[in-house]
């Protein structure tokens, strides 16, 4: 069952960065807008990276646990923008 | 629970991927059925997992239970064979070792103060009496067996007290003690 919810937020995750993608289609602004908002979450993403061992003792989780939640959102964002940029 | 769980699962991902794959994204409509969609899609995805962590929560606190509750039972069982094991063993040395048993017992009582102590030694002197009965009796039945065997008073004598026949006053003391033994079984 823990695996089940695991997945259910993975999905939810991955729906939310799709759901990024349809609001860049919109409008070129709103394209603009979300590329900024990407390139922020990428930078903060490798901050993350880099300082794993401060921001685990910050969020008092262990460091496996910090580079797990990493890589699900890199695999995340890969998913929901590759599902709709294909579609 | 679970059933509200898996279609809340299956639900998030068709209106996730059917919307994006069959809907035209020119068309206006169709993109703002798309968005609706994955709104929705994100809603049943979230609602689905916090349903999915709270019977995991539960999962986990059931067997939090049962795993008490056989911490329990095993403790129990440990605890009443620890309790049997020290009964038998106190129950063996007390058959052991009587005399010395008494021997606390009296101290202890000797401790206690000057009262108890014509209780104490009646209690001894019951014991010894008891012992010195028993160990008559062992003899008597010592002596039967070796009559049985075809045994004379001599060798009976020299078998269960160790003295020689003579004129000696410890095969006198034996001899008298032979004697009272016989006479007390025959009377």
Redesign the interface.
């Known amino acids: 069952m823990r695996a089940m919810y695991l997945a259910n937020y993975f999905v939810a995750g991955c729906i939310a960065f799709s759901l990024l993608g349809w609001v860049a289609s919109l409008h070129p602004m709103a394209f603009q807008a979300v590329l900024c908002l990407l390139a922020a979450i990428a930078c903060a993403w490798g901050l993350s990276w880099l300082l794993d061992f401060s921001l685990s003792k910050l969020l008092k989780i262990s460091v496996a646990d910090l580079q797990a939640l990493l890589i699900s959102g890199l695999a995340m964002l890969l998913i929901g923008l590759g599902v709709f940029l294909c579609s | 629970m679970q059933l509200k769980?898996f279609v809340?699962?299956a639900s998030?991902?068709a209106l996730?991927?059917v919307p994006?794959?069959m809907l035209d994204?020119k068309l206006d409509i169709h993109?703002a059925v798309?968005?609706v969609s994955?709104?929705a899609?994100?809603a049943c995805?979230?609602s689905?997992?916090?349903?999915?962590?709270e019977?995991?929560e539960q999962?986990e606190i059931e067997a939090i239970k049962e795993r008490a509750i056989t911490a329990d039972v095993i403790d129990e069982i440990s605890t009443s064979a620890y309790i049997s094991q020290q009964q038998r063993q106190q129950e063996a040395e007390a058959l052991l070792n009587p005399v010395e048993h008494l021997e606390r017992a009296l101290a202890l009582t000797y401790d206690e103060g000057e009262r108890s102590e014509p209780i104490a030694q009646k209690q001894l002197a019951e014991r010894e009496q008891n012992c010195s009965e028993n160990g008559d009796s062992e003899r008597t039945e010592r002596i039967h067996q070796l009559q049985a065997h075809g045994w004379g008073k001599a060798k009976i004598i020299l078998e269960i007290w160790g003295v020689t026949k003579g004129g000696s006053p410890k095969y006198k003391a034996a001899e008298a003690e032979y004697k009272r033994l016989m006479q007390e079984e025959g009377g």
Not at chain 2, 48 to 53: K, L, M, Q
Request: one cysteine or more; aromatic letters at 4%; charged letters at 10%.
């Open positions: 769980l809340l699962s998030s991902v996730w991927l994006l794959n994204k993109k798309q968005g994955l709104c899609a994100i995805a979230v689905a997992g916090n349903i999915a962590r019977l995991s999962g």
